[in-house]
């Protein structure tokens, strides 16, 4: 069955790029989560003034991924201990977050996030349920493939870790 959730990790060409390895994933559209005004463009979120988080739509097949996998995943690749930044990224459009639709997910959503607060001496993850969402400008999307030089806050070793968990599962 088709399922979304959506993920904000940092920036979010490279959130995309790590869910676009991912068999089950039938589609990824970056945008804007959960601020406060209407069709935001890249240069009002990056204001620190709208409350949006760069963030990543991800369409799936819950028959050959779970969520709890999806999360997985997620969390392979924040650092979940800091508040508004991810790598070199600073400010409160790359604050990490998961915001959901489907109040069936909260239950796995929250055991995973308390699980996950276990094993850090501070934790900054949003888990909301979605407010808006705006799809980012043209130009932004698939950015990684379309640039495969272009600059992301996904370490090789965190590519290489999601690799790994998807060849093991």
């Not at 760069?54 to 924040?78: A, G, H, P, Q, R």
């Not at 409160?92 to 996950?116: A, P």
Request: proline share 2%; charged share 25%; net charge negative.
């Amino acid at each position: 069955m088709e399922k979304t959730i959506y993920f904000a990790g940092g920036c979010f060409w490279g959130m995309e790029k790590v869910f676009q390895i991912v068999p089950g994933i039938l589609d990824t559209t970056v945008g804007y989560a959960n601020g406060n005004t209407e069709n935001p463009t890249y240069e009002e979120v990056c204001t620190d003034t709208t409350g949006f988080r760069e963030t990543v739509k991800v369409l799936y097949d819950d028959t050959m991924i779970s969520l709890n996998e999806l999360l997985d995943i997620y969390f392979l690749c924040i650092n979940p201990t800091v508040k508004n930044r991810q790598g070199n990224d600073i400010g409160s459009q790359y604050q990490t977050g998961v915001y959901y639709t489907n109040e069936e997910d909260l239950e796995i959503l929250q055991t995973k996030f308390d699980e996950e607060k276990e094993k850090h001496f501070a934790f900054e993850v949003e888990l909301s349920k979605l407010k808006n969402f705006y799809d980012a400008e043209e130009y932004h999307q698939d950015y990684l493939i379309k640039n495969p030089n272009g600059y992301c806050h996904i370490t090789t070793e965190e590519m290489e870790a999601v690799q790994q968990y998807l060849k093991s599962r």
